[in-house]
């Protein structure tokens, strides 16, 4: 069992930068798989980035590469996605998810645990 606790959404102006954390109960943390996903208002879930297990590998959606970076650290069971060069367009609920294997997935219905979700507003 893995509780996902997201913080650090907030309010910002385009352009601005955030990031979030989402930090991990248990002490299993380094076998899975994590992910941040978002919701904007009436509009389905979708992927934003994953990190394997290790954090060696990464992934990011088209939408926000080169502009959001997605990390863990193992040791204090948490994973950050650091988003930079924001957009109205990414104005959504962001929600880290957590999947059992190495590497993480683009489709939700693979993911195990869910957190809360934060709020990501920006502004024009």
């Known amino acids: 069992q893995v509780q996902l606790v997201e913080s650090g959404g907030g309010l910002v102006q385009a352009g601005g930068s955030l990031r979030l954390s989402c930090a991990a109960s248990?002490?299993?943390?380094?076998?899975?798989?994590m992910g941040w996903f978002r919701q904007a208002p009436g509009k389905g879930r979708e992927f934003v980035a994953g990190v394997s297990w290790s954090g060696g590998s990464t992934y990011g959606a088209d939408s926000v590469k080169g502009r959001f970076t997605i990390s863990r650290d193992n040791a204090k069971n948490t994973v950050y996605l650091q988003m930079n060069s924001l957009k109205p367009e990414d104005t959504a609920v962001y929600y880290c998810?957590?999947?059992?294997?190495?590497?993480?997935?683009?489709?939700?219905?693979?993911?195990?645990?869910w957190g809360q979700g934060t709020q990501v507003t920006v502004s024009s």
């Open positions: 998810a957590a999947r059992v294997g190495w590497a993480p997935t683009g489709e939700e219905y693979e993911y195990d645990y």
């Open positions: 248990g002490r299993t943390f380094s076998s899975y798989a």
